[in-house]
């Protein structure tokens, strides 16, 4: 996974520091003034992540903003998406270097929300991992909940993307809430945008605001 972090912002559209995440793109085919000039359309070009030998390919990626709960949310997605989902989850953001026993509690009860969640806004059967997922997160945080000491987002990020994963892609008998092994397979992820949104006023108002943007044609995933 290659990523940089970017500028304060993406032209006019994103304010506040970002992290930009291809995997198999390099960092400088992946930053503001190459590729994601917003609002409007960036190209990609690169081997498909994964794929020995496969031809290059040019993956069209646009940014929009969406209104998630509370929140604006710029995203990252593909111009010519199959699906898309967008939404809010509530709650004490769950850090993945948590060592007290209420840390750890806390990081499990938000990989519930956000499995359960993912699932609910799925819908129906799972999705197919073998698609392709760009993914955007804004994370609001309440810093009087975290100690207010400075926060290393990457610290949140893993416990929220396997989570994510386990919502999209259990089945559909599963109970997103009950999961205890979170190991669904999430290497198609191929863009992530994860956006620091404003601190929430009140314990209540902490979560993360998600947009999914899938395609299951992506060229070098055999569809």
């Known amino acids: 996974m290659r990523g940089c ?59 929009h903003e969406y209104e998630v709960g509370k929140w604006q949310v710029p995203a990252v997605t593909f111009v010519a998406e199959d699906r898309s989902l967008v939404f809010p989850v509530m709650g004490l953001i769950g850090n993945s270097v948590a060592t007290s026993e209420s840390g750890k509690r806390r990081t499990a009860e938000w990989k519930r929300e956000v499995a359960s969640a993912a699932k609910e806004a799925r819908g129906g059967p799972p999705l197919d991992p073998r698609w392709a997922f760009s993914v ?32 999209l892609f259990c089945s559909a008998a599963q109970d997103a809430r009950s999961i205890d092994r979170y190991r669904f397979d999430d290497s198609n992820f191929r863009y992530l945008f994860i956006h620091r949104l404003p601190d929430a006023e009140h314990q209540s108002d902490e979560g993360a605001g998600f947009v999914i943007s899938v395609r299951s044609r992506l060229p070098g995933l055999g569809g």
Not at 5 to 16: F, I, Q, T, Y
Not at 22 to 47: H, M, N, Q
Not at 147 to 167: C, I, R, S, W
């Open 5 to 63: 972090w970017c500028p304060a912002s993406l032209a006019d559209c994103v304010k506040g520091p970002t992290l930009v995440v291809s995997k198999g793109t390099a960092p400088d085919r992946l930053c503001t003034r190459r590729c994601l000039r917003g609002p409007g359309v960036g190209r990609l070009s690169g081997r498909p992540a994964g794929v020995p030998g496969a031809r290059r390919s040019r993956t069209m990626l646009a940014i």
């Open 136 to 167: 955007t997160v804004g994370l609001s945080f309440h810093p009087a909940s975290h100690g207010n000491q400075g926060l290393d987002v990457e610290n949140f990020l893993k416990p929220t993307f396997d989570a994510l994963a386990a919502g």
